[in-house]
């Protein structure tokens, strides 16, 4: 095994190397042979030694921790798709028919988000980074089961490209690229992204059916209803009890339905300590908070949606997902710790006003991201310029 | 004694740490002075090939302050002086006679040393060759024999893997350390020696002998006893910022040249890391071959690294090196060039690892490691590892961008002066950036734009 695989390297290298014909992608190369075979660089300037973690490693924790949202996923995509056509809701076949609602939509996105993170690197000469791995997994998660593939294809396209590569690259885009790509999508193709009818798919049925199978996602029915018996009475009814959101058996999103997955995943990232738990918790309490005091002035709003329990707010949706995936991405929060609590509560904040507030968008929390990437450096400088005051000056 | 507590750091847990044992080794043939290794003095020599010179015979002086002279470590003829790139001195390399004599200065004892004057204390350390081991923070060059320190800090600094223990160095030899404190304390109003938590004994006993000397004890993790660091954490104004420091073998030292009135030319030095067959410390000489040294130790099979001084802060050598002016050890290291399949997706319950994304995070054992970068470079993805893991609290990522962006004021205010140039940054950084490089370099440059 080990001998087959470094032969193909071995025998490919040439073409990459300085006289090949593919010399313009010869970090392209690299980044998938250190897949396989760790790089055989040493130390050139001190410190002699490294540490043994690379980027390669830690961008890898954040695929593997969005495993369990991605399998939830694509049995959620079966089930619900089974279950609008009436057909059996057994594991197996369940399975089976969620890999082809939603394995295709993860493929189309990494080859083409990978695809033009190798043309990009080889025009402006930067290395192939692996962030595009975990963008390219993340951004289907966020989409319908029935998204077209070409509008994938188009999302993904224009998250890495506009969202990262024309700013530099991996490291230097300040929003999140996978969000943007879900954001140029949401406002693009609104038919495909909302609605009642976008999150089942449609198996074996005949165009009348299809046309039957809309059921609302908990956030619209919980925005439409009013009723003096209580939001999540109405849920209940409606099958969306509160341990059925958590578990995420619901149409929605492909990752985003479950919060258990998704509090998984983060835990995992937390304890590694590849996500920060500042933002996370920052989020979760800002969510509370705004849910919690929209309650208090609900007593004459036209809508009871303002008077929802705020733990609901936070497993439908993409609330949990958002928090626990988007929000925490290094590169687009702040640095500075303080600022991280700031940027979470924000977010969380925003999250429910966007939601009980404009009818327009059932679901706010990309927005609220998204918004809050745009302020993080604002809130670095301001936690920063508030460390270096605390400095004694030394020039 | 004053307690310091230094929170960030790195204990790197390495394998191939030395035993306590000291082993005396035979004389070598040659010994030699690294011109080169010694900060930014501009040498001018005093010497030229095939000249016979004497233990502490004049070899070079520094162009900037030609009281500032280099002697000479051996007795013998200048066998080389090999330049390099640009005609940079690298090395003086003097064969060794067999009868060593010595160049004799004046020896002085308690009542001399109590009567001395600053003045008179400052020539003598400079005609004896010792001035060149007081340094000066921020920028760590040769004191200047002009300027006042507001203190004179002195570290018994063993945190780094592996430098000289001071319970080998320097126990039962306690008297010449406090004698070297004391006509230290001649040029200064205050000094400052810390010691690790471990040697806090040793702590105690000098300032029994010694009272009018502050000690204080620093509980942290390396480079807590880095003289940058402690000053540091323990500054009571900016004044301090220019502080000197002298390491404690130095001072030990010290003690020695002024009692004896010759030039010391042995010392205490360190052969270890996970290539060296006995890892233990060694009485030798100044200015001794690596091969030497390595000789003594024995060599494990395979590309061997030599690094001169501490594994984070020492630089790269070869068989044919010589130990530097500063340092004293030497660390084995295994070259690490071999590409390991599948690294990626090992659990790597057996990789040293700032983060906790290694189960190494459960293994308390010290670990292998060697001189492989671990992985390519890449952008830095705001890991926020540097800044805790920074032992005197910057923002090595900030201060890095800004040294990129040619602001240099902005790099200052981020405390640039400050970085002790440990190499931790470097070392936790997942995307390979070279940023104790680059900081180091950008704060070299502004000494030099400053100093012309």
């Known amino acids: ?395 | 004694m004053i307690p310091v507590r230094v929170k960030q750091g790195y204990q790197l847990k390495m394998e191939g740490a030395p035993t306590r044992d000291l082993v005396v080794l035979d004389t070598p043939a040659k010994v030699a002075l690294l011109p080169e290794k010694i900060g930014f003095i501009r040498p001018r020599l005093a010497v030229s090939a095939g000249d016979r010179v004497k233990v502490g015979s004049v070899l070079f002086s520094d162009k900037r302050n030609s009281d500032i002279v280099f002697l000479s470590p051996g007795t013998g003829t200048i066998e080389d002086i090999r330049l390099g790139p640009r005609r940079v001195i690298q090395s003086i390399v003097i064969e060794l006679a067999a009868n060593e004599d010595r160049e004799h200065f004046n020896a002085l004892d308690e009542r001399g040393l109590a009567g001395m004057d600053r003045a008179t204390m400052v020539s003598k350390l400079l005609s004896m060759g010792f001035w060149p081991r007081i340094r000066t923070l921020p920028f760590r060059d040769i004191a200047s024999p002009a300027a006042l320190p507001p203190k004179i800090v002195v570290t018994l600094n063993d945190l780094e893997s592996f430098s000289p223990s001071p319970a080998v160095y320097l126990s039962g030899r306690e008297d010449l350390f406090v004698f070297g404190l004391k006509a230290l304390g001649r040029l200064t109003e205050k000094i400052l020696v810390a010691v690790g938590t471990e040697n806090a004994a040793m702590g105690k006993t000098i300032s029994e002998m010694c009272p009018e000397i502050e000690i204080c004890t620093v509980d942290g993790v390396y480079p807590a006893l880095d003289p940058g660091v402690v000053v540091y954490h323990t500054k009571a104004g900016r004044e301090e910022n220019r502080s000197w420091f002298v390491d404690g073998q130095d001072v030990l030292m010290l003690g020695e040249l002024l009692t004896t009135g010759e030039y010391p030319t042995e010392r205490i030095m360190v052969v270890a890391g996970p290539m060296a067959r006995e890892k233990r410390h060694v009485k030798t000489r100044l200015g001794v071959p690596l091969a030497d040294l390595v000789g003594s130790a024995g060599l494990l099979e395979g590309a061997c690294r030599y690094v001169v001084g501490g594994v984070f802060t020492g630089f790269r050598s070869g068989p044919e090196g010589f130990m530097g002016f500063y340092e004293s050890a030497l660390a084995l290291l295994p070259e690490g060039a071999d590409r390991e399949f599948m690294a990626l997706f090992r659990p790597g319950y057996n990789k040293p690892s700032f983060s906790r994304t290694f189960l190494s995070v459960f293994n308390r054992k010290p670990l292998a490691s060697n001189c492989s970068t671990h992985g390519e470079e890449r952008a830095c993805i705001a890991c926020n590892y540097c800044p805790s893991v920074c032992p005197v609290d910057i923002l090595p990522q900030l201060a890095y961008k800004c040294v990129l962006a040619d602001d240099i004021d902005g790099a200052l205010s981020h405390g640039l002066l400050d970085c002790v140039a440990c190499g931790l940054c470097s070392y936790v950084c997942p995307s390979k950036i070279e940023l104790s490089e680059v900081l180091s370099a950008a704060r070299d440059n502004y000494y030099r734009e400053q100093s012309q």
């Open chain 1, 1 to 395: 095994m080990k001998k087959s695989i470094q032969k193909i390297f071995d025998t490919q290298r040439r073409h990459f190397e300085a006289k090949g014909r593919f010399h313009s992608l010869a970090s392209f190369f690299e980044s998938i042979e250190t897949v396989f075979f760790a790089t055989d660089r040493v130390t050139e300037t001190g410190p002699q030694v490294r540490d043994s973690l690379d980027a390669k490693r830690y961008l890898a924790l954040v695929v593997l921790s969005l495993l369990p949202a991605l399998c939830f996923g694509i049995y959620n995509a079966g089930y619900q798709a089974h279950k609008a056509a009436g057909l059996a809701t057994t594991f197996v076949p369940v399975f089976i028919q969620g890999m082809t609602i939603v394995l295709p939509l993860v493929i189309v996105s990494y080859v083409v988000g990978f695809s033009w993170e190798i043309l990009f690197s080889a025009l402006r000469k930067h290395p192939v980074s692996e962030g595009v791995f975990v963008t390219a997994m993340l951004f289907p998660l966020t989409l319908p089961p029935t998204t077209p593939l070409w509008q994938a294809a188009l999302g993904i396209s224009f998250g890495v490209v506009i969202g990262k590569e024309i700013f530099g690259g991996t490291g230097r885009n300040f929003l999140n690229p996978a969000l943007t790509g879900r954001a140029f999508l949401f406002f693009a193709y609104p038919a495909s992204m909302a609605g009642d009818k976008v999150w089942t798919a449609a198996v074996r049925m005949t165009d009348a059916a299809v046309d039957a199978i809309g059921s609302a996602t908990p956030l619209a029915l919980s925005a439409a209803v009013n009723t003096t018996d209580g939001v999540e009475a109405a849920l209940s009814s409606a099958g969306y009890s509160f341990s059925t959101l958590f578990f995420g058996r619901y149409p929605g999103s492909i990752g985003a339905t479950s919060t258990f997955m998704c509090l998984l995943g983060v835990i995992f990232l937390i304890i590694v300590g590849v996500a920060n738990y500042r933002i996370v918790l920052g989020g979760v309490l800002g969510i509370l908070a705004t849910g919690g005091l929209f309650n208090l002035l609900a007593a004459d709003a036209a809508s009871s949606f303002w008077t929802m329990n705020p733990l609901y707010h936070l497993v439908m949706g993409g609330a949990a997902f958002g928090l626990a995936f988007m929000a925490t991405d290094p590169v687009s929060a702040p640095d500075m710790n303080g600022a991280k609590w700031i940027y979470g509560l924000l977010i969380g904040g925003l999250t429910v006003v966007v939601r009980l507030l404009n009818p327009a968008f059932p679901e706010g929390v990309m927005l609220a991201i998204l918004f809050m990437n745009l302020f993080a450096p604002l809130l670095d400088h301001a936690a920063v310029s508030l460390r270096l005051k605390k400095r004694m000056p030394n020039v």
